[in-house]
């Protein structure tokens, strides 16, 4: 099982980022794809959600409007793209992904990190 991100890097505040996820060595039509960040020294924190079937998508308050996260079943990748970029939104970036059946994200992969600054 492989979820490999890709995408981070640095950007001008009011910029744009487009994050992707490759997943690979599960049946991503079974999974619902999330995007989570975290900063050094605090909790990781969700960011977007997207069902298995692709109808349903959930943001985090702080990105709602800015982001807005999809998935192309044809090439098992999720995709974040961030618009209005803040400071705020330095972090690193992770996604993960939960299967239809369980309460808890299964697999996760390795961060891509986002700095906003100018």
């Known amino acids: 099982v492989q979820l490999q991100a890709s995408g981070g890097g640095l950007v001008q505040p009011g910029g744009s980022l487009r994050l992707s996820c490759a997943a690979s060595?599960?049946?991503?039509?079974?999974?619902?794809m999330g995007w989570f960040r975290q900063v050094p020294g605090k909790e990781r924190e969700f960011v977007a959600r997207?069902?298995?079937?692709?109808?349903?998508?959930y943001y985090a308050d702080a990105v709602k409007g800015r982001f807005t996260i999809s998935r192309d079943s044809a090439k098992n990748t999720v995709v974040l793209q961030m618009n209005s970029l803040k400071p705020e939104d330095t972090a690193a970036y992770y996604c993960?992904?939960?299967?239809?059946?369980?309460?808890?994200?299964?697999?996760w992969g390795q961060g891509t990190l986002v700095t906003v600054s100018s």
């Open positions: 997207i069902g298995w079937s692709s109808s349903a998508t």
């Open positions: 060595g599960f049946t991503f039509g079974r999974y619902a």
């Open positions: 993960a992904a939960q299967e239809i059946t369980e309460r808890d994200y299964t697999y």
